[in-house]
């Protein structure tokens, strides 16, 4: 689910597209910046090109991120149009290396400008840092860069993302896709990953996920309408529906079902039981 933000972006990228030269081919003009609603996260400066990341939020944070690339050629100060690009971001701890869940980068409808996501598991610290490596093919030849990025912890400190081991003793990852919640039954998504090995981790499909959200401070109600989240091949996400009656702090609680119906993480919320082992938190 892209945020409404991304949405209005994506559409000027289309009309932006109708304005340019004939030819897909010629460079964007610098001055012609069909990204100038988002935020510039990196700026990576190697092989006489500039590597440009954008995203809607202020910085890499954990959970999901949505990243837009631009290269720029620094001979001709034109954007290039119709590259490949690759990504893959390494986690440097203290004893062990690992990656992360990530898309693939896509083409835009503006030619020289490329999309992906994703998904951190664990923020930067003072002794373990994340460094993201790009390899990108311009006409034939085949270049790389590596910096390092800083990845945040939530500025309000809530859930997003759940790193867990299921009962089959799979390793998962959980994360929710970024939305503005209202009062209302609100379009909800999420996308799940299992570990492989540590630099691999492959989308998860056919599960199914279970949502009970609720309000501690208000004696632990939920609210109607609520839908499960199911597979969507189309998108690669888990779609549903979140209601939301009132404002204030969710829990969303959470159940990770495997495609015979087996729980493989997360409780029924009873009487007795008032929270999941596996959840999200909102607050608005």
């Not at 030819?23 to 006489?48: C, H, I, K, Q, R």
């Not at 971001?89 to 835009?108: Q, V, Y």
């Not at 919640?181 to 909800?188: H, K, S």
Request: proline fraction near 5%; glycine fraction near 6%.
């Amino acid at each position: 689910m892209k945020t409404i933000k991304s949405i209005f972006a994506l559409l000027f990228l289309s009309m932006g597209m109708v304005s340019c030269s004939d030819s897909t081919d010629d460079p964007m003009p610098v001055s012609d910046n069909p990204l100038e609603a988002f935020n510039l996260t990196s700026s990576f400066e190697a092989n006489g090109h500039v590597l440009e990341l954008y995203s809607d939020q202020d910085g890499y944070f954990l959970g999901y991120n949505e990243v837009y690339v631009r290269i720029k050629d620094l001979a001709t100060e034109s954007y290039i149009p119709d590259a490949t690009i690759a990504w893959n971001p390494i986690m440097h701890m203290t004893d062990k290396t690992h990656s992360c869940p990530r898309s693939e980068i896509t083409a835009t409808g503006d030619a020289t400008v490329y999309k992906g996501y994703i998904v951190f598991q664990m923020a930067s610290n003072t002794d373990e840092y994340w460094e993201l490596n790009l390899e990108y093919r311009i006409g034939g030849t085949t270049y790389n860069v590596t910096d390092q990025i800083v990845v945040n912890a939530p500025v309000n400190g809530k859930k997003t993302v759940n790193v867990f081991t299921g009962t089959d003793n799979v390793r998962y990852i959980l994360t929710m896709m970024p939305f503005a919640p209202e009062v209302a039954v609100n379009d909800f998504s999420a996308v799940l990953f299992k570990m492989e090995t540590m630099m691999n981790f492959p989308p998860v499909a056919d599960h199914t996920i279970t949502i009970d959200p609720r309000m501690p401070s208000m004696g632990n109600h939920s609210s109607p309408n609520n839908e499960d989240l199911i597979f969507d091949p189309e998108s690669g996400s888990y779609i549903g529906k979140l209601s939301l009656t009132m404002t204030g702090y969710w829990k969303i609680n959470l159940k990770l079902l495997n495609d015979n119906g087996d729980v493989l993480k997360g409780e029924d919320i009873t009487e007795e039981n008032e929270e999941s082992s596996l959840f999200f938190e909102l607050e608005f």
